[in-house]
């Protein structure tokens, strides 16, 4: 019996063992972050129920980039958002009629499908923050969690 579970080498397998249980809890407890995907605000990207991971080790050596979709800590440790980054530290952002303007130039955005007619007055971001928003605008800008968020909220880049 102790062959059929061990192998011909207990120590080697027991080793073995160990080794992927310690690179499981480091992968999937500091580097990939599962996130289930809950509601319709980044249709098509991604839909309602979708299991994704937040890959950290992508923004440990540079900082998020227009158009990167991140999971953002908003209440507590266990709240993720997923949304996609559409303007910059210290740029100015406004939206006209659906259309993101930044630094005076309509940001193309081949991802957004659905979009209502959003107007959002001008301001510019802080030197820490990001302005981040689903990719489904079909819905009336008040029913749709998205603004500004600090670097340090910002988990992870979306894997898939």
């Known amino acids: 019996m102790k062959r059929l ?3 011909s080498n ?11 249980v310690v690179t499981a809890v480091v992968v999937f407890g500091y580097v990939l972050l599962p996130v289930r995907l809950q509601g319709i605000s980044m249709l098509p990207t991604y839909r309602d129920g979708m299991l994704n991971f ?3 080790a992508a923004l440990w050596w540079r900082e ?3 158009g990167d979709v991140v999971a953002i800590r908003m209440a507590g440790p266990r709240v993720l958002y997923v949304k996609r980054i559409v303007g910059l530290p210290r740029e100015r952002v406004e939206i006209a009629m659906g259309v993101v303007i930044v630094d005076s130039v309509p940001l193309i955005e081949p991802t957004v499908v659905y979009k209502a ?3 959002l007055p001008a301001f510019t971001l802080g030197d820490d ?3 981040v928003i689903g990719d489904n605008r079909v819905m009336a800008m008040e029913n749709h969690d998205f603004g500004r ?3 340090d909220r ?3 880049k979306m894997l898939f």
């Open 5 to 7: 579970l061990f192998g």
């Open 54 to 56: 937040a890959n950290r």
């Open 10 to 20: 207990a120590r080697l397998s027991l080793l073995r063992a160990a080794v992927l």
């Open 129 to 131: 923050e990001y302005l």
């Open 64 to 66: 998020p980039a227009r």
């Open 149 to 151: 968020a600090t670097r």
């Open 117 to 119: 007619p959003w107007n």
């Open 154 to 156: 910002i988990v992870g």
